[in-house]
């Protein structure tokens, strides 16, 4: 859980979504032991429910782990679907082929080990929806990339923008001029990106790590 939360928060949230799938609920833990990144059961379930009122078909993910998140996505995808699961570690990405190989949906899954931007250009679109969640600086550059292959009404959706490798402190000091590096300047150029972009209709929502979600 963020810990920008309050404990009580935290402790309603896990009460209100109740059970998670066992498989789910496994890599969650898998995380945890691995003291690995993930968006986290709030987030995710965040994820499978954009994902389903777009009524999403394929799905890329700028970054993947051991694909944790790509496991939420799977349960809003039709067997017919498509997801693209990308990551620099071809250890993480055979994580990921194990775990969501236990999956009981048919959806295809591809995996691309290296650079997400190279990998997403491999690809023709469209994509109903988009995840970027690998190296901060290059957010706004994948975004301005993605941004062509998302049809109207596709979402584009960043994590990490409340914590991880930034905090709120710090990307509101960026936001409001105070300048800052790496991660950091990273989330606030994408923030003010998607916040100044007149074609998307975008949302930041306080739940995992922070995510800013835009819909083309």
Known sequence: MPDYLPAD?????????????????????????????????????VLRLLASLVDANRI???????????????????DA??????????????EADSFLGRSAHDTTVHLETG???ESFKRYDGPFDVVLIDHNKEAYV???ELAQSHVPPGGLVIADN???????PGTVRTALEGG?????????????????DETAAESVLLPVGSGMLVSQF
């Open 9 to 45: 928060v935290e402790a309603v949230l896990d009460i209100a979504h109740g059970d998670t799938d066992p498989l789910l609920a496994e890599m969650t833990d898998h995380g945890r032991d691995r003291g690995f990144p993930t968006v986290g059961p709030a987030a995710g379930r």
């Open 60 to 78: 890329f993910e700028f970054g993947s782990g051991f694909g944790y998140s790509a496991a939420w996505f799977l349960e809003a995808l039709p």
């Open 81 to 94: 679907g498509e997801i693209v699961l990308t990551d620099y570690d071809a250890d993480n990405l055979a």
């Open 115 to 117: 650079d997400a931007i």
């Open 141 to 143: 550059d994948a975004l």
């Open 161 to 167: 923008m409340l914590a991880g490798p930034v905090t």
């Open 179 to 195: 300048g800052a590096e790496d991660a950091v300047a990273g989330v606030a150029d994408y923030i003010a990106y998607v916040r």
